[in-house]
């Protein structure tokens, strides 16, 4: 059956009372309140539980991506204040936090959980308003999987002989830790439970568009009473990403960005003995045979690819589709975008919130316009973008080739490429056609071609019948050039230790 269906658009009948022409089946606003949080003018650096001014004094401004109006400035750090925050973790370590009992740790990252639940209401609004993410993301998924990760790595902060039989497990001292901006509460929730619940102390930079829920974290440290300097958090362009990884005093360094970057910071922290994990860039296979489910499919092709913008690392950009459900399976999936709802990330309704800033937006677009360039066919659902503000249209392209630059480059926006394949052995020689491998997906109702594909492909994640899955619990991590090391669940937890010594039997 071809389904080419377009969202209702008929008049409502007169007993409805609308006013002429009005679309019955439209969503009224359903805006989040803003007016139960509170943005200060401007934030200092967090260095040892205090807000300080850099020095020299100087800021930068952080805007809403959705109006382009100005949220707050921010201190710019210098390589001095690097010193200063690196100085406080470093004594911190040294004085308070690698000397408590595993039990007291953990205490302190369950207040930390507690704390965030209770004030989700508020960091979600914050992200949102940061971010551009809608508000049911920030809401439904950041900010409670952030308090998970506190939970579950609370669990482990007096366990980790038990983690590791036979070792005596040893915090490395200060990790340096650097996160990007599309998911900016919950990258400083993977990076900074599992380095605290292993007796390390942090420095952490988030990136420079989107820091306020990392100050807004600040706050809850505070509240917390965790001892000063366990945690602290700076902000300044890359280069002070940069000094900071390098800083001699930094034991371990955690990195979430682009693969450029990451190839960087390898390159910089070559040849010391500083313990490094990379979480870099991805271009995910979404592979759909043609005995998936396939209504269930396209809500995971959907979640894939349009959830926080595509601004997501293992997004499943490439869909691959078997050639004989070729057809249905577009049709359902242009009708299913052209549902999507895009528009102010704080109404509830919204499905696809704004993109994170000018920058990311034009290279979005730069690489759309090298898709219609190569020849792939674009579709873009009819639906009008706010006046203001970074949107980009959710955006499926057709009649993709290996070779084009939407099938091998990382977009980080909300654009699909479809490819499709006959045979299982074709669709795994595809999907691991790729520089990256960081994360899959596979629909099929046959549970022995799930393990074959999962085998086959080189992906640190795949998810079989579901896309964009995430738990505390699991680790998260890429193979080729999506990086090294693991974050997340036991493996997570290693990566802040050292497992070097061992215990006589
Ligand atoms: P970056 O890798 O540049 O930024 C990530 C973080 O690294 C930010 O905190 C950034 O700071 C910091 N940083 C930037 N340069 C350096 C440096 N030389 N040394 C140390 N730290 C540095 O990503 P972008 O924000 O520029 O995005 C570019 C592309 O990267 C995206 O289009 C996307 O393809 C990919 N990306 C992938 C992500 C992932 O999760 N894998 C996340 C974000 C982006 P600052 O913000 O101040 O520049």
């Known amino acids: 059956m071809t389904l080419t269906k377009k969202p209702d658009s008929r008049p409502a009948p007169n007993s409805w009372g609308l006013v002429g022409g009005e679309n019955p089946w439209e969503y009224a606003p359903a805006p989040e309140a803003t007016d139960h949080i509170r943005i200060e003018p401007e934030y200092g650096l967090f260095i040892g539980n205090e807000f300080v001014r850099s020095k020299p004094r100087k800021t930068f401004t952080v805007i809403n991506p959705a109006t382009e109006e100005p949220l707050a400035k921010v201190a710019h750090a210098s390589k001095a204040d690097v010193n200063r925050a690196v100085g406080a973790a470093h004594e911190a370590h040294r004085s308070s936090w690698s000397n408590l009992p595993g039990r007291e740790r953990a ?67 200060v990790a340096a830790q650097v996160i990007p901006w599309n998911f900016p509460l919950l990258m400083l929730a993977w990076k900074i439970a599992p380095a605290l619940a292993a007796g390390n102390t942090v420095v952490l930079k988030p990136a420079s568009t989107t820091p306020l829920t990392a100050y807004l974290f600040a706050d809850v440290v505070r509240q917390a009473d965790l001892p000063p300097g366990v945690v602290n958090i700076i902000t300044g362009p890359g280069e002070i990403g940069m000094e900071l990884v390098t800083h001699p005093d930094v034991a371990k360094v955690a990195f979430t960005g682009s693969t450029a970057v990451g190839k960087m910071i390898a390159r910089a922290v070559a040849g010391t003995d500083k313990k490094v994990t990379l979480e870099l860039g991805g271009k995910a296979a979404n592979i759909v045979f043609d005995d998936a489910p396939l209504d269930q499919a396209i809500e995971g092709i959907i979640n894939g690819i349009y959830f926080n913008q595509g601004e997501v690392c293992c997004a499943g950009s490439r869909l691959f589709v078997q050639e004989s459900v070729y057809e249905p399976l577009i049709d359902k999936l242009k009708n299913r975008l052209s549902t999507l709802r895009v528009g102010d990330p704080l109404d509830k309704n919204t499905d696809v919130g704004a993109i994170n800033s000018a920058g990311q937006l034009a290279k979005v677009q730069e690489l759309v316009e090298s898709g219609i360039a190569e020849g792939a066919e674009i579709f873009q659902p009819d639906c009008e973008l706010p006046t203001r503000g970074y949107f980009f249209r959710p955006t499926l392209f057709t009649g993709v080739s290996q070779s084009h630059r939407i099938a091998q480059e990382e977009i980080f926006g909300p654009v ?17 056609n790729t520089p990256y491998g960081l994360s899959a997906g596979v629909w099929t109702e046959k549970g022995s071609r799930i393990f074959k594909m999962v085998n086959a492909m080189r992906a640190g994640v795949v998810w079989a019948n579901t896309f964009n899955r995430f738990d ?17 669940g036991i493996h997570g937890l290693g990566a802040y230790l050292d497992l070097s010594n061992g215990t006589r039997r």
């Open 472 to 488: 505390p619990t699991s680790p998260f991590g890429g193979y080729k050039e999506s990086g090294y090391g693991r974050e997340g």
């Open 107 to 173: 205490k302190y990252l369950y207040r930390i959980a507690r704390i965030l639940q209770e004030r989700s209401r508020e960091f979600a609004v914050v992200e949102s308003m940061n971010s551009g993410k809608p508000i049911k993301e920030s809401r439904d998924v950041d900010v409670p999987l952030a308090a998970a990760h506190f939970f579950y790595y609370a669990g482990w902060a007096d366990k980790l002989e038990y983690a590791y039989p036979n070792r005596v497990p040893r915090s490395l001292g």
């Open 416 to 432: 699909l490429s479809v490819l499709t394949f006959r045979t299982p052995e074709e669709a795994i020689e595809k999907a691991n």
